[in-house]
């Protein structure tokens, strides 16, 4: 009896994972700006999903786990990076910094100005304008409050449109997630 629920487990899985697969990876294109990292970053937040899944089909909102799952490794990652960053900048302190082309598109622009918000802000922008999702469900998937997402996402367009010039900004940043992420993942 125990092998037909892993079965049926196994399958609902599986179409978990192919419904919501390019989705968990183009949230985590966004959140760390890098395309090559998104696919694993979704596969290994899925992984996690396996390894849990009773707890994650018994949740009212798989999705909004899902997500907050890959937010958090998108954090993780982001840390990692900062922290090699620092420990390279301690032995090459005269490293010349890039500079942009000014033909450079403006999904490229938004993408710089993305990796300047905080963590936090930044996943509240990119869940509420690339995903369009509500304010109560990008406070599920952060495991913060609807008020916390208002204010973040608030401070992180408005920090958008400092560093993005003005009016226009938001418009901008929304084309710019709605076609950069789509590069952020294959569809498997």
């Known amino acids: 009896m125990g092998t037909v629920v892993d079965d049926a487990a196994s399958v609902e899985f599986h179409a978990f994972f192919e419904r919501h697969y390019a989705e968990l990876s183009r949230l985590a294109h966004l959140l760390t700006g890098e395309a090559d990292a998104a696919d694993d970053l979704a596969a290994d937040a899925l ?3 396996w390894h849990r899944w009773d707890r994650v089909r018994a949740a ?8 907050g799952v890959v937010a958090n490794l998108a954090r993780t990652r982001i ?3 900062v922290r090699e960053r620092r420990r390279i900048a301690l032995f090459w302190p005269h490293r010349e910094e890039r500079t942009e082309n000014p033909d450079v ?3 490229v622009d938004v993408q710089e ?3 300047r918000l905080p963590f936090r802000k930044r996943a ?5 304008h ?15 409050s609807v008020g916390t997402v208002k204010s973040q996402t608030s401070k992180g367009m408005a920090e958008l449109q400092r560093l993005l010039g003005g009016q226009g900004a938001a418009r901008r940043v929304q084309v710019a ?4 992420g789509e590069s952020g993942g294959t569809n498997r």
């Open 47 to 49: 992984l996690a999903l």
């Open 105 to 107: 598109a403006g999904v």
């Open 130 to 144: 690339a995903f369009d999702l509500s304010e109560k469900d990008t406070a599920l998937a952060l495991g913060v």
């Open 177 to 180: 997630m709605a076609r950069g």
């Open 60 to 67: 009212d909102h798989p999705v909004a786990y899902a997500r």
């Open 124 to 128: 509240c922008v990119v869940l509420r």
């Open 79 to 81: 840390r990692s990076a």
């Open 113 to 115: 100005a993305l990796r």
